[in-house]
Each structure stands twice: as structure tokens, then as C-alpha cells.
């Protein structure tokens, strides 16, 4: 009975509901941003709001002193419950959290030096806010430890696929991160305030996580110990993955840190405010790799081939659900951005959004193969594709935004995501344990050429009344060519049931 119960959690309904439980919890978040985001920046201005933006970035990026460990922990645990060996899940989870808060600390230690050179030497920012933004880094390094170790607590409930719990959590903690920047700029701009705020709230998180485990597995409570014989199966796999947990985000983050040094701090808030909108569309593939991981982990095994019919099936409803957005998006981007934050800003960051959400499409597919590649025992894949492309990236970088500043950084961005996304389906279809590989047809190479098109056009044109009724054949003509094209007999089966049921209830 109780192995039922284990195996119920990674069955194909269960695994939906937690994805549309990880929709929600990262898109709450989205639509405050969108809401209040604008308000922010009038509030701050645009320096204080790129080093707010810097900011974020900071605390997001230091996850990386987990040195993977997290979510290796996720993976082992994940592998415990596919085999009903729960009793081994205490001694791996409590070793793994103190060796990322012993990591954690020594990092923090480290960076507390570094924090000045930062400041002074690295970014441009105004002498006035020099001091003001030299505090607010000092506050997050003191936060550095909370933020790892978080990581490695929620980790555990991803392991359980308690996604219900961690979504209500995620959505508080994302929308903090614009309703506290707003309650403070009543009171004061001080960038120093606001980042006090942030960090207060992340340790309520990290007191909500731990509680919430201890609730999940009452053992946890009980066998707090260290052990050491953990540690090299543990390292096993997470060297690997602690690669990737630091060079991913520095290959996500390294665009606007460079526009700080080669441009302005003012820059990055035209970059970031696009980039804001077009990264929100990667909480659809977050909530399906957030699930997929520890479902693969759990099953590849003992069910490969339900295995490779997650990674399939996840990359074709990705394409399907974000297609139309960014194709909207890039057709609209001037309009929509001139509603949002006005023209005068418009005009120097909506070509930079029709870019990032080209980009973000390739990137959004590409998040399948990277959790498959970890959930099937891989990470090493991984953590050498994002080696070999950072100083490709890099470079690229840096020649875009000499020559075509914010809009060349988009350009190189984007570049690097269709990229990854293509090097990482060739490989998840290498290394999957399924011999059957997938076979890329004309009707797909068709579908990207329509992307490619399409995307370009509306990127050249300025006529709304053109944009309008071309947006409105293309996307009948997308919908026509999915239905009869990519989707399986039993899905369109699916789809008509589930619009019989709609209509009747209507």
C-alpha cells in the first residue's frame, strides 16, 4: 500500500498537477510585476533601479555556493522514494545542509572584500549612490548563507513533489520582491532599505521551507546528523552539477553586468525592464523541468520509456503554449511597451525585447533536455556544454555591445540560447537510456522556418493595421499546422473532450 502511494506521486496526472501548480506559482509573481514594476522604477529612477536590478541578480546568484549539492539531494532523495527507501532520506538531507552552509559562509566571507572593488572599480554608478549601493551589497552577503541553504530545504519537498507547498511559498517570496521596494520608496529611495527588506523576508522563507519539511517527514527531526560516508556520493554527483550552478547564471546574468561596466548602470534598467516581461515566459518550461527532474530521476530506471516520453512531450507543449506569446510579443513589443512605461522609454528598449523573445523561445525548449540530462544521472553534460560556451559568449558580448550596445547584448543573448537549446536536444537524444531516437521531419524544419520569418518581419515593420490582420492569418494558419501536424491522435482527443466539457458547463 505504501509503495502505491510513493509511485501515485509520479503518475502522469500528478505530474500536471504540479506543473500548473509551478504555473501559478511563478506566474503570480509575473503579473505583479507587470503591475507594479513600472512603479518601481518611477519611484526609484532609473541608477537606483538598475542597481536594484543588480541586486536581484545577486541574490539569485547565490544559489551557486551550494556547489550543486541541492540539487543532487533532490535527485538521490527523489531516487529514494521511486524505491520505497525513505529511511536513508534523514542522514543525506542533513548532511548535504551543513555542508552548503559551510560552503555558504566561506563564500560570503570571501565576497565581503571583494564588495568594495565591485563597487568602486567594476560598475559605473554615480558617486552620490556609491556608498548607498556599497551597504545594500554588504546586507546581501549577510543573507548569502539563508539563500544557499534554502535551495537545499526545498529541495526535499521538490523531491516529494509537494509543489502545491512550495508554489504558495515561491509566490509569496516573488511577489516581496516588488511590494517591498514599493512600501519602502513611502517611506524612503535608500536602496539600502529596500535590500533590508529583501533579505528579512527571505529568511521567513527559509523558516516556512524548514517547516514544512520537518511537517513531510517528521524523521527529519529526529536524526539531525552529520555523516560523513554521505559526503563522496553526494559529491559523485553534484561536481558536476555545481559547474553548471555556476556558470549557468553567469551565463544568464553576464549580459547585464557587462552593460554596467560598458555603458552605465541607467543602460541596464532599458535592458533589464524588456528583459523583466520576456524572462517571465520561462516559468511555463520552469514548471514543467521543475517537475520533470525529480520524476525522471525517480523513474528513468525502471520505466525509460516513460521517461523519454516526458522529455518529448514536455519540449512539444512548450513550443505549442509559447509560440503564439513571443510571436505576439515581437509583433507588439513598441505598442505594448509605450502603454507600459511610456514612449520616450519605449523607443530605446522595445527593439531589445523583440530579441530576448525570440531568444527566450529556443532557451524555453532547451530546459527539457537540460532536466532530463540531470534526472537520468548526466549533469556532466550539462556543466560541459555551459563550460565551452562561456568564453564564446563572452566574447560575443563583448563585440555586440561595443558595437550595438543594449541591442547587441540582446543579439548575443539570443544567439547563445538557440544555440544551447540545439546542442542539449542533440545530446539528451544521445544519452537517453531509450534506443528509439526522435526524428526531426520536414513539417518541424517548416515550423521553425516559420518562426525565423515571421519573428523578422514584425521586428521591420511599423504599420499597426498590417501587424494586426498578418498577426491574425499567421497565428490561424500556426494553430491549423499544430493540430494537423504535431499533435498525436490521443491528444487531439484530449483537447476535444476537454472543450466538449467546457462548452457544456458554459
Same mark, same amino acid.
Given at each position: 500500500?505504501?509503495?502505491?502511494?510513493?509511485?501515485?506521486?509520479?503518475?502522469?496526472?500528478?505530474?500536471?498537477?504540479?506543473?500548473?501548480?509551478?504555473?501559478?506559482?511563478?506566474?503570480?509573481p509575473m503579473l505583479v510585476a507587470i503591475i507594479l514594476l513600472p512603479y518601481v522604477l518611477r519611484g526609484l529612477g532609473q541608477e537606483r533601479f538598475g542597481i536594484l536590478s543588480i541586486a536581484w541578480i545577486v541574490i539569485g546568484y547565490f544559489s551557486l555556493f551550494d556547489l550543486g549539492i541541492g540539487r543532487s539531494v533532490t535527485k538521490i532523495i527523489a531516487e529514494k522514494i521511486g524505491s520505497n527507501e525513505i529511511e536513508?532520506?534523514?542522514?543525506?538531507?542533513?548532511?548535504?545542509?551543513?555542508?552548503?552552509?559551510?560552503?555558504?559562509?566561506?563564500?560570503?566571507?570571501?565576497?565581503?572584500?571583494?564588495?568594495?572593488?565591485?563597487?568602486?572599480?567594476?560598475?559605473?554608478?554615480?558617486?552620490?549612490?556609491?556608498?548607498?549601493?556599497?551597504?545594500?551589497?554588504?546586507?546581501?552577503? +549577510?543573507?548569502?548563507?539563508?539563500?544557499?541553504?534554502?535551495?537545499?530545504?526545498?529541495?526535499?519537498?521538490?523531491?516529494?513533489?509537494?509543489?502545491?507547498?512550495?508554489?504558495?511559498?515561491?509566490?509569496?517570496?516573488?511577489?516581496?520582491?516588488?511590494? @517591498?521596494?514599493?512600501? /519602502?520608496?513611502?517611506? #524612503?529611495?535608500?536602496?539600502?532599505?529596500?535590500?533590508?527588506?529583501?533579505?528579512?523576508?527571505?529568511?521567513?522563507?527559509?523558516?516556512?521551507?524548514?517547516?514544512? /519539511?520537518?511537517?513531510?517527514?517528521?524523521?527529519?527531526?529526529?536524526?539531525?546528523?552529520?555523516?560523513?560516508?554521505?559526503?563522496?556520493?553526494?559529491?559523485?554527483?553534484?561536481?558536476? @552539477?555545481?559547474?553548471?550552478?555556476?556558470?549557468?547564471?553567469?551565463?544568464?546574468?553576464?549580459?547585464?553586468?557587462?552593460?554596467?561596466?560598458?555603458?552605465?548602470?541607467?543602460? +541596464?534598467?532599458?535592458?533589464?525592464?524588456?528583459?523583466?516581461?520576456?524572462?517571465?515566459?520561462?516559468?511555463?518550461?520552469?514548471?514543467?523541468?521543475?517537475? @520533470?527532474?525529480?520524476?525522471?530521476?525517480?523513474?528513468?530506471?525502471?520505466?525509460?520509456?516513460?521517461?523519454?516520453?516526458?522529455?518529448?512531450?514536455?519540449?512539444?507543449?512548450?513550443?505549442?503554449?509559447?509560440?503564439?506569446?513571443?510571436?505576439?510579443?515581437?509583433?507588439?513589443?513598441?505598442?505594448?511597451?509605450s502603454f507600459w512605461v511610456g514612449g520616450q522609454f519605449a523607443n530605446q528598449s522595445y527593439t531589445v525585447m523583440q530579441i530576448l523573445a525570440v531568444g527566450t523561445l529556443f532557451n524555453s525548449i532547451g530546459y527539457i533536455p537540460y532536466a532530463f540530462l540531470d534526472g537520468i544521472g548526466r549533469p556532466d553534460i550539462n556543466a560541459k556544454v555551459q563550460l565551452v560556451e562561456l568564453p564564446f559568449y563572452f566574447l560575443l558580448?563583448?563585440?555586440?555591445?561595443?558595437?550595438?550596445?543594449?541591442?547587441?547584448?540582446?543579439?548575443?543573448?539570443?544567439?547563445?540560447? #538557440?544555440?544551447?537549446?540545439?546542442?542539449?536536444?542533440?545530446?539528451?537524444?544521445?544519452?537517453?537510456?531509450?534506443?528509439?531516437?526522435?526524428?526531426?521531419?520536414?513539417?518541424?524544419?517548416?515550423?521553425?522556418?516559420?518562426?525565423?520569418?515571421?519573428?523578422?518581419?514584425?521586428?521591420?515593420?511599423?504599420?499597426?493595421?498590417?501587424?494586426? +490582420?498578418?498577426?491574425?492569418?499567421?497565428?490561424?494558419?500556426?494553430?491549423?499546422?499544430?493540430?494537423?501536424?504535431?499533435?498525436?491522435?490521443?491528444?487531439?482527443?484530449?483537447?476535444?473532450?476537454?472543450?466538449?466539457?467546457?462548452?457544456?458547463?458554459?
Amino acid at each position: 500500500m505504501k509503495e502505491k502511494v510513493i509511485q501515485s506521486k509520479f503518475e502522469g496526472s500528478s505530474l500536471a498537477k504540479n506543473s500548473v501548480y509551478n504555473l501559478l506559482g511563478f506566474a503570480i509573481p509575473m503579473l505583479v510585476a507587470i503591475i507594479l514594476l513600472p512603479y518601481v522604477l518611477r519611484g526609484l529612477g532609473q541608477e537606483r533601479f538598475g542597481i536594484l536590478s543588480i541586486a536581484w541578480i545577486v541574490i539569485g546568484y547565490f544559489s551557486l555556493f551550494d556547489l550543486g549539492i541541492g540539487r543532487s539531494v533532490t535527485k538521490i532523495i527523489a531516487e529514494k522514494i521511486g524505491s520505497n527507501e525513505i529511511e536513508q532520506i534523514p542522514p543525506l538531507f542533513w548532511t548535504a545542509f551543513y555542508l552548503m552552509l559551510c560552503f555558504s559562509v566561506c563564500g560570503a566571507l570571501g565576497l565581503f572584500f571583494l564588495v568594495p572593488w565591485i563597487v568602486f572599480d567594476v560598475l559605473k554608478i554615480s558617486n552620490d549612490l556609491r556608498i548607498e549601493t556599497l551597504h545594500s551589497f554588504y546586507l546581501l552577503i +549577510i543573507s548569502i548563507p539563508v539563500v544557499t541553504t534554502s535551495a537545499s530545504i526545498r529541495g526535499i519537498l521538490e523531491a516529494y513533489q509537494e509543489f502545491r507547498i512550495i508554489n504558495y511559498i515561491r509566490s509569496s517570496l516573488g511577489v516581496s520582491g516588488f511590494v @517591498m521596494p514599493l512600501i /519602502c520608496l513611502m517611506f #524612503t529611495k535608500s536602496v539600502v532599505w529596500i535590500t533590508l527588506s529583501l533579505v528579512i523576508f527571505r529568511i521567513i522563507v527559509w523558516m516556512l521551507y524548514l517547516y514544512k /519539511c520537518f511537517k513531510i517527514n517528521p524523521a527529519l527531526k529526529l536524526k539531525n546528523s552529520f555523516d560523513s560516508a554521505l559526503i563522496k556520493p553526494i559529491f559523485k554527483l553534484s561536481s558536476w @552539477m555545481s559547474i553548471s550552478s555556476v556558470i549557468v547564471p553567469l551565463n544568464v546574468y553576464l549580459d547585464r553586468f557587462m552593460i554596467g561596466a560598458f555603458i552605465s548602470a541607467a543602460a +541596464i534598467a532599458y535592458y533589464v525592464t524588456p528583459y523583466e516581461i520576456t524572462s517571465k515566459l520561462l516559468i511555463i518550461p520552469g514548471a514543467f523541468a521543475g517537475v @520533470m527532474f525529480p520524476a525522471i530521476s525517480a523513474t528513468y530506471r525502471t520505466d525509460p520509456e516513460f521517461s523519454n516520453k516526458l522529455l518529448v512531450k514536455a519540449s512539444k507543449y512548450i513550443f505549442l503554449i509559447l509560440y503564439p506569446m513571443v510571436f505576439l510579443i515581437v509583433a507588439f513589443a513598441q505598442e505594448g511597451m509605450s502603454f507600459w512605461v511610456g514612449g520616450q522609454f519605449a523607443n530605446q528598449s522595445y527593439t531589445v525585447m523583440q530579441i530576448l523573445a525570440v531568444g527566450t523561445l529556443f532557451n524555453s525548449i532547451g530546459y527539457i533536455p537540460y532536466a532530463f540530462l540531470d534526472g537520468i544521472g548526466r549533469p556532466d553534460i550539462n556543466a560541459k556544454v555551459q563550460l565551452v560556451e562561456l568564453p564564446f559568449y563572452f566574447l560575443l558580448l563583448w563585440f555586440s555591445i561595443k558595437k550595438g550596445g543594449i541591442n547587441g547584448a540582446a543579439f548575443a543573448w539570443g544567439i547563445r540560447t #538557440t544555440v544551447d537549446f540545439m546542442v542539449l536536444w542533440f545530446f539528451a537524444q544521445r544519452f537517453s537510456p531509450v534506443k528509439k531516437r526522435i526524428k526531426i521531419g520536414w513539417t518541424h524544419g517548416v515550423v521553425i522556418l516559420f518562426i525565423l520569418v515571421s519573428s523578422i518581419v514584425f521586428m521591420i515593420h511599423d504599420n499597426v493595421m498590417f501587424k494586426i +490582420i498578418s498577426s491574425a492569418v499567421i497565428m490561424s494558419t500556426f494553430l491549423l499546422f499544430s493540430w494537423h501536424s504535431i499533435l498525436q491522435k490521443e491528444e487531439k482527443t484530449f483537447i476535444k473532450s476537454k472543450l466538449k466539457y467546457l462548452t457544456s458547463v458554459a
